[in-house]
């Protein structure tokens, strides 16, 4: 791919199908004598250049819109999965072995195995702030480099955090299945009795850049916010944004609402099991938009059948899409198809980093959010 591109103003386009001064087949790859040697002008030379994406060959595993990929295949040649449902791993590895690039979602593991099958592959790039799907260790011994989507998405999965915290302090999942249900009689006074969110105490698990933003909206709600992380934060920037630290035991033990905003790896495998969750009140909300695996799935909902803590609201799930069905059995749990990043905007400026990301990998240039510097020096060309 970058042999082409540095050959590209000198040898005469015989990569430019296109080209409207392109006479040569397209597959002709004898040398050109010296007087087919057409110096193309600036504006020539850089549609040239962009023509010459086209050769790169991308596989776009869950591609947001129509209109998205009809500008990739401007650029490059493009192999999508148009119909959404997802490929199981043999599929994805056996589509995957031609292709420079990967546009994938946080759902499609990228390991050794796949790797191995992609001889060509220069590039993976997850659309997705998270990536505890791609093993890092195996794209840097191969010189893939692997890319994520930071920062695009912060305020949209806060929003979706504080709208799962709400939905179970006031029960709405449970109030609004009994409306459908058609088992309103008239107001009462102990209806749907839930939980005041205002003055109450969030524990953010997690302070990132979620975090953050889900405690400036906290803020807003007059509550008391304490968080965890593995590094404390500066005295001058807890009081900044108003938080308070506590060690795990201490937030686990106070926090009226307990929102998890912290990567998954296998350190953290679990976090929050059968121990922790008896440290909680018993009035306790937990909320995950974080990840599957952070949460002992089997053991939340032990505790939400026994009432050991009031409530869970949830986005993410061990094993997903094959979620525990003993959460379905349970009126205090709000649960979600992973939906955090959902919206049109945010989806979009995802896709888009993504996109840059892969460009500029394939052009030979550092991606913007590369994620393995370490494979930067030994990178396939
Ligand atoms: C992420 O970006 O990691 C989300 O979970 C995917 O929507």
Known sequence: MSGDLKNSCTRPCSFTGTHRENTRDTQDHTPASPAAIIVLPESERKETLRTAFMKARILVTRPPSNAALVELRRRFSVEANEQGSAWSAEELRLRAADKDGLLISGADRIDGPLLDATPKLKVVCNVAVGYNNIDLAACSTRGVLATNTPGVLDETT????????????????????????????????DTFMGRDVHHATLGIIGLGRIGLAVARRAHGFSMKVLYHNRHRLSRKVEQQWGVTY????????????????LPYSPEVHHLIGEKQIAQMKPSAVLVNAARGGLVDDVALIAALRSRRIAAAGLDVFESEPNFNSGFLELDNVAILPHIGSATQVTRQAMFQLAVKNLTAALAGKRPPSLLNPAAWKNRRR
């Open 158 to 189: 806060a929003d979706l955090t504080w709208a799962l915290l709400l939905a179970t302090a006031r029960r709405l999942p449970e109030a609004e299945r009994f409306m459908r249900a058609g088992q309103w009689q008239g107001w009462r006074g």
């Open 246 to 261: 506590a060690t795990l035991p201490r937030l686990l033990r106070t926090a009226d609402f307990i929102s998890l905003h």
